[in-house]
């Protein structure tokens, strides 16, 4: 009798996709397939698989193909999740979506300041000759930017959590991503040449203060999640009107007295005789930069105000930025000593509340 021996074979048939990090990044940065396989040639990719130029460029080609077939998901970030083409574990897709949206600073930082326009893109050539990145990366990330703004700028609620949850990104990258979206709304200026010295995390920097105290999320104020966050609380703007006051003469003789005896044997003497001969400058500088954030002109212009009528006197004065802080410091603190807050407590809240960050900014400006 012969025996009939029946074997019973599992197959299973998918479609993962893979994604080589590497390919993905140089993929990201513009290069081309071409040049992309140069790139890994020098990293000797070659010798360390036995493969040829010719192989090593077909593979990039086709891990290109699919990198572009996969962007219009990563443009809505959520669908990637949901789409059935590509099977992609859940740890790429936070990798992938992550990656696409991390940007250069050096190209951001010449976009800030921008109108976002259509004009605007058309002008990514200069700014990838200056900044040397593939123009192709300049304009995703000119592109990401425009389309975090369209989508945010009229949501409310915390702009942070905003673009945090539309666009599934680290805490990092959406706190950045919140600054630039504030920066652009509030249409600062950042390109006079003043400013060049300025880098994005100086920005960034203030921006994300300014979110974090001046917007309708402040923590002490009684914000809803019905306001929106990328302008300056309204309420906040109106308190600030009652500042100007401040200029007055009985008013500011009686602070740079307070001042002057809080500082006493704290600065250097090139600050502290500066200091004596310029205080009423520096003090109706600081109270002009609070009451004109009411008019959009004077807003637009906060940065080069600071820099033109603040740190640029106090550096050809040779003051340290140790100075600045002491100065600074003393500034807000003895404002409760004025008799003009003691019978005024809501404006000296809103003073506090803007001194707080201005000087904030103000000494991240401040390069030695």
């Not at 080589?20 to 081309?32: A, H, K, T």
């Not at 930082?109 to 050539?125: A, H, M, T």
């Not at 500042?243 to 003469?249: A, C, E, F, P, Y």
């Amino acid at each position: 009798m012969l025996s009939c021996l029946m074997a019973f074979v599992d197959i299973f048939v998918g479609n993962g996709t893979f994604v080589d990090r590497e390919v993905y990044q140089l993929w990201l940065g513009g290069y081309s397939a071409e040049d992309a396989a140069h790139v890994l040639h020098k990293r000797g990719i070659l010798q360390q698989y036995g493969a040829t130029l010719d192989m090593l460029l077909s593979d990039i080609q086709d891990h290109y193909r699919t990198y572009t077939m996969i962007e219009r998901y990563l443009k809505i970030p959520h669908r990637l999740d949901t789409q059935l083409a590509f099977q992609i574990s859940p740890d790429t897709q936070v990798m992938m979506i992550e990656r696409y949206y991390t940007f250069d600073p050096v190209v951001v930082r010449e976009i800030l300041g921008k109108k976002l326009s259509s004009r605007d893109r058309n002008c990514l050539d200069d700014i990838s000759e200056k900044t040397m990145i593939p123009l192709k990366s300049c304009r995703r990330q000119f592109d990401n930017i425009k389309r975090v703004f369209k989508h945010v700028e009229e949501l409310k609620g915390s702009l942070i959590e905003n673009i945090k949850m539309a666009f599934q990104l680290s805490d990092d990258l959406s706190r950045q991503y919140a600054a630039i979206v504030f920066m652009a709304n509030n249409r600062f200026e950042t390109t006079k040449k003043k400013l060049a010295y300025l880098t994005f995390a100086d920005f960034i920097c203030c921006a994300n203060l300014m979110i974090q105290n001046w917007s309708c999320t402040y923590i002490d104020n009684q914000a809803t999640s019905e306001d929106v966050d990328v302008g300056i609380e309204k309420d906040f703007l109106i308190g600030l009107r009652e500042v100007k006051s401040l200029s007055d003469k009985e008013n500011l003789e009686k602070y740079k007295m307070f001042v002057m005896k809080a500082v006493a044997g704290k600065l250097s003497p090139k600050a502290s005789h500066h200091l004596e001969n310029n205080f009423k400058t520096l003090s109706k500088t600081l109270v002009n930069v609070a009451y004109g954030l009411n008019h959009n002109k004077e807003l637009r212009d906060l940065f080069v105000d600071l820099v033109e009528h603040f740190v640029e006197p106090c550096k050809q004065a040779g003051w340290s930025r140790t100075d600045v802080k002491t100065f600074l410091k003393s500034y807000q603190e003895t404002a409760s000593l004025l008799v003009y807050f003691r019978t005024r407590q809501n404006t000296f809240k809103v003073w506090q509340r803007y001194l707080s960050t201005i000087i904030s900014c103000i000494i991240q400006l401040y390069h030695d």
